[in-house]
C-alpha cells in the first residue's frame, strides 16, 4: 500500500482461491477486487482536487478527518475506513495447519478465557452482535487485557487506545454469496484461516508499544 495518495490497492499475498472451503474463491475476489478496489478509488477521487491532504496516511486521514472540509469529510472517513479496514482483515487470513495461537497470545487466552473454545464462543457472540455492517475486533485494550470490540460500518479503533489483533468484517459481502444469511456459519468457518502468525505479532507489537 503506498503511504500516501495515489492509494493502490495492495495485492493479497494468496491466491484468491487459497481460503477454500471456508472462503470462497468468488467471494474472495470480489471482495478484494470489487470492494477494496471501490474504496480506493473513492479514496483517491475525494483526494484528487486537496493536495493539503495528499501527503497524509490512511491512518492520518481517518484522525483528522473531522477537519476536513463538509464536501469531502464523510467521503474520506468511510473510504478511508474502507481501505484501512480490509486490508487489515485481509492480512489475517491464511490456511494454515496450527487452527489456534501459541506462546504468549495462546496464554493469554486461557488465563482471561479459560479455554480457547470458550473465547471463540465470546467472540463469536460479539461478531453475531453487530447490527448490520461492520466488525468485530480482537483487540489489547489499555489495560493490557484482550478484548472485544465492535464498529460499525467502516468506523476503525484508531483513536481509541485499543490496540488490534484480528479483526472479523462481518459486512453481508464478505460471506453472503456463500452463506447466505448464516453469518454463524461464516464466524464459524473463518476461525479455520485466521492467521495467527500474524495475529501474534500484532499482539507482541501492541504490547511492545503499550496503550
Ligand atoms: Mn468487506
Not at 489475517?92 to 495462546?106: F, I, R, V, Y
Request: glycine letters at 4%.
Amino acid at each position: 500500500m503506498n503511504e500516501h495518495y495515489p492509494f493502490v490497492n495492495p495485492p493479497l499475498p494468496y491466491s484468491y482461491d487459497s481460503m477454500e472451503p471456508y472462503i470462497s474463491r468468488q467471494t474472495m475476489e470480489l471482495h478484494h477486487n470489487g470492494y477494496l478496489q471501490t474504496y480506493i478509488n473513492d479514496l483517491n477521487q475525494a483526494l484528487e482536487n486537496h493536495p493539503e491532504y495528499q501527503t497524509f496516511s490512511l491512518d492520518e486521514l481517518i484522525c483528522y478527518a473531522d477537519n476536513m472540509p463538509a464536501q469531502i469529510r464523510s467521503s474520506v472517513l468511510h473510504n478511508a475506513g474502507g481501505a484501512y479496514n480490509h486490508i487489515f482483515y485481509f492480512s489475517l487470513l491464511k490456511k494454515c495447519d496450527n487452527t489456534q495461537p501459541s506462546g504468549e497470545l495462546a496464554d493469554l487466552i486461557a488465563w482471561q478465557f479459560g479455554c480457547f473454545e470458550n473465547f471463540q464462543d465470546l467472540f463469536t457472540a460479539a461478531a453475531l452482535s453487530v447490527f448490520g455492517s461492520g466488525y468485530a475486533w480482537l483487540v489489547l485494550d489499555q489495560d493490557d487485557k484482550l478484548a472485544f470490540r465492535t464498529t460499525d460500518n467502516q468506523g476503525t479503533l484508531l483513536s481509541s487506545g485499543d490496540r488490534p489483533i484480528f479483526s472479523i468484517d462481518v459486512w453481508e459481502h464478505a460471506y453472503y454469496l456463500q452463506y447466505y444469511n448464516m453469518r454463524s456459519n461464516y464466524i464459524h468457518d473463518w476461525f479455520s484461516v485466521i492467521n495467527w502468525e500474524q495475529a501474534e505479532r500484532n499482539f507482541s507489537d501492541a504490547k511492545n508499544n503499550g496503550a
